[in-house]
């Protein structure tokens, strides 16, 4: 929408249920109900393991969900795991310009 409608979008996204202001899902849903951005992979990286949050996230068409590990290097580990693959390995759609 304006003035945005000519922004940049990412080639992936990390989110988290817990916002200051509005519910990582609530976020999810707007980003997956989007013509524009629906195919964005969107990775669910947040402190909650709660079932009720994994289910939402995967019944929102989140493309994956990940609990943060407490200490720093496990997280460091996670961030290069996810890089990885998701832009190494995987393929994406090529963006049109």
């Known amino acids: ?5 000519d922004a940049i979008t990412p080639d992936l996204i990390l ?3 817990n916002l200051p202001k509005v519910d990582g899902i609530e976020v999810l849903i707007h980003i997956k109900e989007s013509k524009v951005l629906k195919r964005i992979p ?3 990286l947040t402190t909650s393991s709660a079932e009720a949050d994994i289910l ?3 019944n929102n068409y989140a493309n994956c ?4 590990p407490i200490s720093l290097a496990s997280f460091m580990d ?3 795991t996810i890089e990885e693959f998701w832009v190494s390995l995987v393929q ?3 963006k049109k310009i």
């Open 1 to 5: 929408q304006a003035p945005y409608q």
């Open 15 to 17: 989110l988290d249920i």
């Open 42 to 44: 969107v990775i669910m």
């Open 56 to 58: 939402k996230s995967y």
């Open 65 to 68: 969900y990940i609990t943060k």
């Open 78 to 80: 996670v961030v290069s």
């Open 92 to 94: 994406l759609p090529v």
